[in-house]
């Protein structure tokens, strides 16, 4: 059974930083990627990550500002949020699949709460 569980959400301040860290079960999956659903909102993209690590993908509303990277050999993966605003409040979701715009294994969530 395939496993992905997230850490490091919290509650932070306009201008904070925090590291998400996603752990898996196995190390056969292609591509990783993160998504995120806020209150009352549909889950949506934030960023991808090849098996390699050598291509990546960002929602634009994160570009500049969120950085997706993976260490294969730990079989981890991670999103470092830089300048949180309010409106990245969101619960943060692992994800896994086959390629960079397709996922199939989701971990549970964890939260991040930006205050003003």
């Known amino acids: 059974q395939v496993q992905l569980v997230e850490s490091g959400g919290g509650l932070v301040q306009a201008g904070d930083s925090l590291r998400l860290s996603c752990a898996a079960s196995?190390?056969?999956?292609?591509?990783m990627g993160w998504f995120r659903q806020a209150p009352g909102k549909e889950r949506e993209f934030v960023a991808a990550?090849?098996?390699?690590?050598?291509?990546?993908r960002y929602a634009d509303s994160v570009k500049g500002r969120f950085t997706i990277s993976r260490d294969n050999a730990k079989n981890t993966m991670a999103l470092q949020t830089n300048s949180l605003k309010p409106e990245d409040t969101a619960v943060y979701y692992c994800?896994?699949?086959?390629?960079?715009?397709?996922?199939?294994?989701w971990g549970q969530g964890t939260q991040v709460t930006v205050s003003s």
């Open positions: 196995v190390r056969t999956f292609s591509s």
């Open positions: 990550i090849s098996w390699s690590g050598g291509s990546t």
């Open positions: 994800a896994a699949g086959g390629s960079m715009y397709s996922f199939n294994y």
